[in-house]
């Protein structure tokens, strides 16, 4: 898995096209044609998100959606880039007094100091990386790093592959979705997909939190349960308030959280917007992915 949403990362020849799955369908694009971004939706179970067990509930499904999308392509593989719903990984800042330069100690110690905060197996899940561009206040190095169970990312691979894919590039919905945060001292991309709210601070172009929470009901008092340690932590270790907070997947409720929240944190609270569609609880990371690319 990549991490390629922060500082556009990919340094490969660009995917053909790019998927975003999400228990409500599959959003996709032609990443030569970014304004023809479509979606279509899945049969309730299909797909349902965990970091724990399969996300792919029907396979057959699945691939056949993809196969009606893009028609086959004889056996030359296309590259495609995927991007999966961010409940289903774990992503983390992790600050360290020294990072070793060989890339094996790297992951031997990033291995070591995530086991006990993620729900499966890390020695044998799929983990990527990137250190951030500079020290933090206290002179720590700050490493950016995303893990997911190998299995889970076999079977998100799995009909793609089999449709005459090969995906070059796997990322999470949210980190794809900071390209479309415009830059700030200090941002907040608050994303609503499903039952899981999302959570990303940015100072500047350094992430420096990223929670992904699995909602009981998803009222607003439970949202907010959620948010208000999240700005907490903001004012007492970044010593700010964040510039703005940008939305996403609140659907018709966008207003009444943008008023809401403008008047009790004293912060521009601002709807995500993008260049090839309006950004959703399931294609905001796909639109990221394609403002990355330049189209």
């Not at 922060?6 to 959003?27: C, R, T, V």
């Not at 056949?64 to 590259?79: A, L, M």
């Not at 983390?92 to 060989?102: A, E, G, I, M």
């Not at 609880?281 to 992915?289: C, E, M, Q, T, V």
């Amino acid at each position: 898995m990549q991490l390629t949403s922060l500082a556009n990362l990919l340094k490969d020849p660009p995917p053909a096209y790019a998927f975003e799955l999400s228990e409500a369908g599959l959003a996709f694009a032609r990443v030569s044609e970014p304004q023809q971004a479509d979606f279509v939706p899945f049969e309730s179970g299909t797909l349902v998100v965990s970091p724990l067990h399969d996300n792919i509930q029907q396979p057959q499904s699945v691939l056949d959606k993809i196969r009606s999308i893009v028609p086959p392509n004889g056996h030359r593989r296309r590259r495609t880039a995927l991007i999966l719903p961010d409940y289903c990984a774990r992503i983390s800042v992790l600050d360290f007094d020294n990072f070793p330069s060989d890339p094996a100690e790297q992951t031997a110690l990033l291995r070591f100091r995530m086991k006990k905060s993620v729900p499966f197996d890390i020695d044998s899940a799929v983990i990527s990386y990137a250190p951030q561009s500079r020290k933090n206040n206290s002179g720590k190095i700050e490493v950016l790093a995303a893990v997911v169970a190998a299995e889970i990312v076999a079977r998100y691979e799995e009909p793609f592959r089999a449709c005459g894919f090969h995906p070059g590039l796997v990322t999470t919905s949210s980190l794809a979705a900071l390209n479309l945060v415009q830059p700030a001292q200090i941002t907040m991309l608050v994303k609503l997909s499903g039952r899981v709210l999302s959570a990303l601070v940015l100072d500047g172009n350094v992430l420096r939190l990223a929670r992904s929470v699995e909602l009981e009901r998803g009222s607003d008092d439970e949202i907010e349960g959620v948010l208000h340690p999240t700005v907490a932590y903001i004012e007492d270790e970044l010593e700010s308030k964040p510039e703005c907070i940008w939305l996403c997947g609140f659907g018709a409720q966008t207003g009444d959280f943008i008023q809401r929240w403008q008047s009790e944190w004293d912060i521009n609270v601002e709807p995500l917007r993008a260049r090839y569609g309006v950004p959703g609880p399931n294609n905001a990371g796909l639109l990221g992915y394609l403002e990355s690319s330049g189209g």
